[in-house]
């Protein structure tokens, strides 16, 4: 026998072995920006001038401290919590508060815009295009941009509820699970059809192809609908700080929408929103549609009102 068939009939008499290490592996690297290489995955996120990470302004952080006092965290939770100001036009996070790696917040410099006047036009990142701020979707870009206290309060509690959730965990699990089912749906069709022997090996390879892709795909819906639930769940415990926070939310969701619009409108061509102002998705829904966001806290205020 040659090498390359001894080398064949090792890794088969070892595959479960070489899979199992090949899922972990996997596993492991697709979550180190949320774990291991967090601090460092803030540096790439972090809004920088002159080689230094531009601090997050006094009024924005007082905000910061009213809502953790609204929402009462745990004291080693809030300790493993850090704010910084990101480059993203939107509030993002990373982590989980149920780690010990702790959990970042990044909150775009437009926080800081108290009215129209206080917008540095030269650090909007529009794709490079001259946009004609006298026009009317430049203005109500400018506009969008402006949020209340009540708006980013709202915005700042929602980032600190997907940070108490256990996604780290529960993407870990889902990974390894799918990972597993995979192969063993493959193994079991192997041993019971001796598919070894009825089938050539591009044969076997387009069978196994098509299993592993029909479980990546199940895997993707499961995940969607687990993000989404998170979507609302967030919202929702924001909403439910009090009357405020549900307005802010409102006020929230409507200025992203007006803000996406105007620049569907100056960005003819590239239509990455729809003309609702919804992120244009393909086959998958990995978000909650963000006018189905604002409704719902819509539904959400109006319970306040009722009371």
Known sequence: MSWFGRAVLYVRHRMPIFTGVGLSVGVVVSL????????????????????EEKPIDNHTQSL???????????????????????????????GSLKIRFGA?????????????????????????????????????????????????????????NFATFHQIHVETFMRSVFGVLAYSCGHILNNYFALDRRLKFWARFSLYSFIASAWFVLYVAVKDSYYCWQDNSADRKAAALSKAYAEGGVEYYNKVLLRNKALRALTAGQKRYTAYGNVVSTWRRDHVELTARRDNLQKYLIGYEKV
């Open 64 to 94: 910061i401290e009213r809502v953790l006092q609204r929402i009462t965290l745990k004291a080693e939770e809030e300790a493993d919590l850090e704010f910084f100001t990101c480059f993203a036009s939107d509030p993002l996070h990373a």
């Open 32 to 51: 180190l920006p949320q774990t291991l290489l967090l601090r460092r995955y803030r540096k790439i996120l972090a809004h920088t001038q002159n080689d």
């Open 104 to 160: 970042i917040i990044g909150l775009p410099g437009t926080f800081a815009y108290k009215d129209v006047a206080d917008i540095n036009k030269d650090e909007l990142l529009l794709d490079q295009m001259v946009v004609d701020w006298n026009s009317e979707n430049g203005e109500t870009l400018l506009k969008s941009l402006v949020l209340s206290d009540k708006a980013k309060a709202f915005a700042i509690a929602r980032e600190i």
